[in-house]
């Protein structure tokens, strides 16, 4: 059984939305509170690298991409998940499984002001000490 | 009266980039604890690009990083590509090729420009500089090429700004003969010598399972025995239609490291070598007008590993967003396990073996655990690291 159809068996009505863009362009999207066992199943039993995750502030809700490679294929899986609560957005941490995860959770924290439950180090990671508390540069109303 | 002139060396060194704090906590020699800081050199790309038009943000990406100036670029192409069709279909042949050439001389400067600082830190001064002049004609290919030594401005999205000229050809090809002999040399430094295996073995390392669990890419990743290449398993350029090699260590120290990069280099040059021999005549730019709405991913190898760009478009001049992940930002992170339980004299090269861009090293300051005075600075690690290799030297007898 390939990845492909692996993810899709496990998962079952647990994904949203499937697309497959191209032979190598996978998006698929979870509900947040699936995110952990998604990940445990394809970083922990399916063996893909996590390759980093992209947070976006879109006009409905903040969005999370988490990207995995298989790099046996080069078949590249981009999860997607919404956090709707954009006044107090949360998700659970991924960092809990890999240490990998830890660095881009803090990132995403401190430019959207996404909260990561269970992070073991939540503190910001690129922007200054005297960055102003609640102000977070990824959110479109600091527009460019 | 004397006065005493204090000059100061960091944080912001004029020689490197990237300033990168590492806090390393010892007790005695050992290495028992380290915070990464980054953050220094953060410019806010990624918002910024949000305010440029797609063709305004090659620009902009390929000033991330003065080393692997064309992998940005390089990547965000690919991405916008991505959301066009995917390069294959939209770039024309022979912009492909020179696509790959760039890429390759990129990871031999790159490459050399490590060994030579690895050299230095460890009190190989010689390999320090002769890794830096066989590193100039690199730079004067790219100079023929490109017409720029650094930050080179070939790529844009559907193809390259300039051709290859044929009465350059031969000129290249016989700056890569000489290369060669080169190489030899520092294959023979590093293989041969007892006291680089001394200090080079063992030491640093970074376990397979670390190495998963870390999510490190490139050199770093495949030196503690992950089979993985971007340009094999996600092929850009012609790199599908070229005979190469990917390089694997099972190891995981400091010796693998440096062995995967030099032998690396010999792959490039077979690369490159090829590409100037199959490359054919033709367009080299595709003129695309227009992105579609979409969102695409471009990844390429660059010379420290995968880089990741993801652009979303909502069909009008400008991305949407941008995400930018360079290879440094997966591979400095696993420093707190390569060089945690080593000593201080090890730290300089274990920090500077995932080829972080270099500064790093030099704002390095030791804690002493009991309390929290700081004892060394950066300069103070490396004439300690030197000095290691010099005792080690004299044990031999050499």
Redesign the interface.
Known sequence: MNVKEAIKERLGNKIIDWEEISSRRIYFTVDKKDIVETVLLLFKELGLRFSIASGSDTPEALEILYHFSLDKTGEFFSVRTFINDKKNPQIDSISPIFPGAEWIEREIWEMLGIKFIGHPNLKRLLLAEDWPEGNYPLRQENVT | MSHKVIVPIGPYHPLLEEPEFFQLYVEGEKVVDIDII??YN?R?I???A??KHFDQVPYLVERICGICSSSHPYAYVLAVE?IL??EINVVPERALFIRTIIDELQRVHSHLLWLGLAGHFIGYNTVWMWAWKYREPILDMFEMITGNRNNYAMFKVGGVRRDILDEDIPVLKKALDDLIPALDLFKGAVMDDPVIHARLKSVGILTKQQA?????VGPTARASGL??DVRR???YGVFERIDWNVIIEKEGDIFAKTVVRILEMYESVRIIRQCLQKMPKGEIDADIKDIPP??G?G?VEAPRG?C?H?V?SDGTNRP??L?I?APS??NV?SN?VGAVGGTISDATITLAAVDPCYCCTERVTVMNKSDNRKILNGWDLIKLSQEKTRKIKEGLGG
């Not at chain 2, 998963?212 to 490190?216: G, K, N």
Request: hydrophobic residues 35%.
């Open positions: 980054i953050g953060h806010g990624e918002k910024l949000e305010a991505d069709g995917g998963i669990d870390w999510c490190v089979n993985m398993d996600e092929p979409g969102e991913i990844r995968e990741f993801y979303k949407v967003r995400k992940r930002f997966m992170a707190k």
